[in-house]
């Protein structure tokens, strides 16, 4: 540089600056980005893990209806809050399966899926028939044990997948709290650096 010109050398200056500054604020940006992506993906996990833990209490919902079944033998009104109560697991089975994202977490999904339909199945082909023909205590005894073990499994896998997305979320966070966007502050102060240096 010695046989340039003063204008010469701090346009070259300049210009090495500029590069650097660009340079650097791409790299600034992917990384605001990617850290964006990583607050994003904790905020989504952790409300989906929350809506499903929630969730994971319509099978004890559902099984209120069979004992009231049984207790109020009001079968219209049975019938009503069954369908209400089904319409709400349904929703809440495809909420859980949108938030799902690995195959372990759909197996689970599935499995309480599973659960719920054999829980429909034994309520309306055994529960209510012997219910509406006045059977003994003895006679429904075996159906709502099964009922109730069909409920522990669907509870089971609800809590499973709540628990693995919250597992995402918290790493999600870790890692944005591990780079945060004030660190990458100083970045910007560095393309001057060079400027400053070469003047002297």
């Known amino acids: 540089m010695q046989?340039?010109?003063?204008?010469?050398r701090l346009a070259l200056i300049v210009a090495a600056a500029a590069l650097v500054m660009l340079t650097l604020a791409g790299i600034t940006?992917?990384?605001?980005?990617?850290?964006?992506?990583?607050?994003?993906?904790?905020?989504?996990?952790?409300?989906a893990a929350g809506q499903i833990k929630h969730d994971s209490n319509l099978g004890a919902q559902a099984y209120r209806v069979v004992a009231d079944t049984y207790i109020n033998r009001d079968f219209e009104s049975a019938q009503k809050k069954w369908a209400e109560i089904n319409a709400e697991i349904d929703t809440a089975l495809e909420v859980?399966?949108?938030a799902a994202q690995t195959d372990t977490q759909k197996n689970e999904i599935q499995k309480a899926r599973t659960?719920?339909?054999?829980?429909?199945?034994?309520?309306?082909?055994?529960?209510?028939?012997?219910?509406?023909?006045?059977?003994?205590?003895?006679?429904?005894?075996?159906?709502?044990?099964?009922?109730?073990k069909q409920i522990d499994k669907f509870?089971?896998?609800?809590?499973?997948?709540?628990?693995?997305?919250?597992e995402q979320a918290d790493a999600a966070d870790a890692a944005f709290d591990e780079n945060p966007p004030n660190r990458l502050a100083p970045l910007c102060c560095w393309?001057?650096?060079?400027?400053?240096?070469?003047?002297c």
């Not at 046989?3 to 010469?8: E, G, R, W």
């Not at 940006?29 to 409300?47: C, R, T």
């Not at 659960?115 to 159906?143: H, M, N, W």
Request: hydrophobic residues 45%; without cysteine; negative net charge.
């Open 3 to 8: 046989n340039l010109k003063i204008s010469q």
């Open 29 to 47: 940006w992917q990384s605001l980005n990617h850290l964006a992506e990583l607050q994003d993906a904790g905020v989504v996990k952790s409300a």
């Open 96 to 98: 859980a399966n949108k």
């Open 115 to 148: 659960a719920i339909q054999e829980i429909r199945k034994l309520y309306a082909d055994q529960f209510l028939s012997i219910t509406k023909k006045d059977g003994s205590r003895d006679e429904l005894a075996p159906v709502d044990d099964a009922i109730d």
């Open 155 to 166: 509870d089971v896998a609800m809590n499973a997948v709540a628990a693995q997305l919250q």
């Open 191 to 199: 393309p001057s650096l060079p400027g400053a240096s070469y003047l």
